[in-house]
């Protein structure tokens, strides 16, 4: 009896002590600048996730290495938290709220993928943090009237509404027969959405919308019907297991599409994993290493590349550079508010505008980066070794579009 | 049997002291410690399934994500156009006032609590029938099935998701909505507490662990196996639609298949929380979920990216080591605890026999 009482003692202090674990952390201590980020490191996002936290490490390391942040007349070092938010949205909503109740972090950066930062951003919003975001493009993010929420890259419906454009230049001018599969995700849908109003803008018919399921693997029943109604246009949307599915069915069940638009291209490698089979993919993209910005932390896309690929290993995908672009624009939200209180620094985001290596940023009322526009790269080989060229828009094209795709039987 | 025993009263009044002070002890971790009460009562109710009645249930989250769906939607719905604030990339804003709010809640809850019991009917209906794996297995397919179903339906935000209607703005200081939802939460595991215990006294506990030791010879003796199994289905389902109701507005964002019908994730806890605690005890669940979240939360973010491995190994332990669950290591080791008397002269005497 008396045992057991103290052992439901003891059980309660173990409880007590377990929580008081970490409390005291501040925002700002000493000279750093403490950023919180639960970022994708498990799960089906895994791979974006890295790319996410590898540009955000590489922007921090840059900025420290080049004077920090001055705010007051101080410099100041960034450091970032990082939590692994498992590709989960429930899971992502509490890191959010244990990095700003528990680790008293006050700003955020986001995570990777539109439904993750949906789901952070009502917890932020909650608590007046503000939050740069890279990864987060679906348009029902800018439309929720939030105040702290920032997105470095374009609206998603945006990414493949040039692509439908082109198709239809390149019929033309007359409406084109569009077949599209996507993912069931925040991001995708809202990909689905920018088609839908190109498609009814040109008065182009839709002919297939199918819905894939998530974590997906399998698209044949979608390309066995495409293989039969033969569209103008074959749109597809699912993350980089999408793009790299949908190139491997292509592929093996030897669809002929005159134009085959996707996205999450080079973040998936796909030009690497597939070589010569992912040739003529069009893909959309926030970036390209050969777009002509610049900036004083990372000279400029071609710059940004070598020092991406030295630091990790490989070329960094768009992904990597708009994580690395959401600190700088921090960066200099600090030093224009030159105070760390975070409706000051809240203030001075929604002020922005300014020139990165990724882009130009300046933020609309929803929050979305109304100054940069997406820019379209098809997947072009010369002996074996695949590239991505940008091909769209005509400012920044390396190469005419090649269309229609060759048949594979002359592949 | 309903009253509490001195002993139980005392374990009862601290912890429930312990929960009644917590939020305001421990401030920053409030939604954690709710998240924790929630953990608790769906490893609670499925213990009804898996520990009382031995079916081993993965479809208990179905009724989890129904009661998210429905609270929600049904808070939205009454004030405003469903259709347009699901719609993907719908350009309008509607704001909750204090008492559209509240009233919603309510009313939402109470879709929350009633529909996923009639579901569990219907379906228990038709399938629990099935026995051992098979029953197991179905169930696990309609969890999974119900998150893809969710996942079409327009209304409701398909693959987008949807949100939540967040908290009234101005209505007190930043902890009110967290310190409102806390003791939502708290009160529900009280309910779901009192309303086990006592069901737990009751001659149903006893069908279902005949159910669990023996169908076939429950049935010859005459009880109606199929009606106390589809009772006890549904008396899940009215707790874990509860607990679906309050986790969609803590989370403030509902996607079908990692909010909502999250199998692999709450589906698969549920479970091994209520193993980790020692099944078919009032108390395990309690135990386990509890030393499992606390897990969870302390050390999850020191294995970044290796937690799920960590998990694994936790899974093994336990496997081997606590068979019968930490209840059931306890019973062993202190039987005295629980009021099990031991002669030890006729446990010598049998040790000396050889």
Known sequence: MKNLYRSILTFISVLALVFSFGTANAKVEGDTIVLGAAVSLTGKYSTNGEHTKNGYNLAVDRINSMGGVKVGGKSYKFKIIYYDDESNSKRAAQLAERLIKQDGVKYMLGPYSSGLTKAIAPVTEENKIPMVEANGASRSLFTKGYKYLFAVLSPANQYLEVAIDLAVEKNGGKPVRIAQAFEQDAFSQDVRLGVLDAAKR???????????????????????????????????????????TAIRQISEMKVDVPMLAMTHCDASKLAKQHGAKSEFALCASQWHKTLTYKDKFFGDGIKYDKDFTKAYGYAPPYQAAESSAALLVFKDAFERANSFDTKKVRDALAKTKMQTFYGNIKFGSGGQNTAKPMVLFQVMCKSGKCENVVVAPTKWAAAELIHPIPPWSKR | MLAFTKRELYICGALLLFLLVAPFVFVNFKLQLAFMLILIILAMTWNIQGGEMGYNSFGNIMFFGVGMYLCASMQIGLYFPLAEWTESGGEKTFVHEPDQYFKGLALGLAFAAMIPPIIAGLIGYGILGLRGHYFAICTLGIGIASGELAGGIELIGAGQGMTAPPFPKGLGDLETRGEFLYFLCLILLVATFTFIRWLYTTRFRLVLNAIRDNEDKAEAMGIETMRYKITGWMISAFFCGLAGGLVGTMVGYIEPVEVAFDGREMGVFMVLMTILGGKGTLWGPIIGASAFHIFKESFWTLFLGWQYVALGVLIIVIVIYFPEGLMGYLREKKPEWFGEVIDEKDRKAQISLD
Do not use: F
């Open chain 1, 202 to 244: 040109t008065g182009s018919k839709i002919i297939i919308d199918d819905k894939l399921p998530k974590e997906l693997n399998d698209m044949a029943a979608t390309l066995a019907k495409v293989k039969a109604v033969k569209p103008d246009v074959l749109v597809v949307s699912g993350h980089s297991k999408g793009a790299l």
